[in-house]
């Protein structure tokens, strides 16, 4: 029975020292997982149900970019905008697709776009760019989450 104290006291005494560790506080493991995490990169990047499929997140987002650009191809395409401005071969669309799937397009024009009635193409890319297939947004960390980016569009005249 002694030998069973003496192992006992043993087991106390060398696990004294798991006592001393020091627990980090809540912010301080907050801040050192906030470093952690890559703000500038989504890990999936928005997709159209058609591109889900794919199995490589690169190829799912080339396929996005090009599904979208060629979406809005097609609906400028039957427009005049071509025929007005003929000197107007891409326009960069500035795309937001937010965390309740709803996208948002805005035209960016160059700083010497005093050539264009900007508040006219304005006005014809608004009017064009509705009626687009359901997109799933982005997602950071299992959250849905805002994206933008500037996709170029190639006019194409006919």
């Not at 591109?51 to 690169?58: A, G, N």
């Not at 979208?68 to 937001?96: F, R």
């Not at 193409?121 to 933008?148: C, E, M, W, Y």
Request: hydrophobic share 40%; charged share 30%.
């Amino acid at each position: 029975m002694k030998h069973y104290y003496f192992f006992l006291l043993f087991i106390l005494i060398a696990s004294c020292q798991y006592f001393e560790k020091q627990v980090p506080s809540e912010k301080e493991l907050l801040q050192k997982e906030l470093k952690a995490i890559n703000w500038k990169e989504v890990d999936e990047y928005p997709s159209f149900t058609d591109c889900d499929k794919l199995e490589d997140k690169i190829q799912r987002k080339q396929c996005f970019f090009e599904y979208l650009t060629q979406l809005i191809q097609e609906k400028l395409q039957v427009d005049t905008l071509s025929v007005l401005y003929p000197e107007l071969d891409t326009i960069e669309v500035k795309v937001t697709v937010f965390p309740d799937s709803r996208m948002q397009f805005e035209p960016q024009f160059p700083k010497d776009s005093a050539a264009y009635d900007t508040i006219k193409i304005d006005s014809i890319l608004h009017a064009r760019l509705v009626d687009f297939p359901k997109v799933n947004p982005a997602i950071k960390q299992g959250i849905p989450v805002k994206t933008q980016f500037i996709l170029p569009v190639i006019i194409k005249v006919e």
